[in-house]
């Protein structure tokens, strides 16, 4: 499995990115996806989680109201719209799949990781 991040970049606060994760294999739609970020400061945190068809979301509070998961299995591809976006967001985000079908905010039960996409927000 192999999971590619992308859309990241330069952006005010108060402005919008959404970012893109691509995943190989046929078996996408089993498992439930999340997003994580990381600064050099901090230890990598939960941003946001989705389960295997959509139905069921879970976001960390610094970003819920700002932040939408959602994903099409159709393209193999989960998203995270984020809006009204804060200096406290800048980190590298990185998309990562669970182990079972279930959303999950702790790493521990992520096994593939993508390999991160730099979100930069200035004040």
């Known amino acids: 499995v192999q999971l590619q991040a992308c859309g990241g970049g330069l952006v005010q606060a108060g402005g919008s990115l959404r970012l893109s994760c691509a995943a190989s294999g046929r078996t996408f739609s089993s498992y439930a996806m999340g997003w994580f970020r990381q600064t050099p400061e901090k230890e990598r945190e939960f941003v946001a989680t989705?389960?295997?068809?959509?139905?069921?979301?879970l976001y960390a509070d610094s970003v819920k109201g700002r932040f939408t998961i959602s994903r099409d299995n159709a393209k193999l591809t989960v998203y995270l719209q984020m809006n009204s976006l804060k200096p406290e967001d800048t980190a590298v985000y990185y998309c990562?799949?669970?182990?079972?079908?279930?959303?999950?905010?702790?790493?521990?039960?992520?096994?593939?990781w993508g390999q991160g996409t730099q979100v930069t927000v200035s004040s």
């Open positions: 989705i389960s295997r068809n959509g139905d069921s979301t």
């Open positions: 990562a799949r669970t182990r079972n079908n279930r959303p999950k905010t702790d790493a521990i039960y992520y096994d593939y």
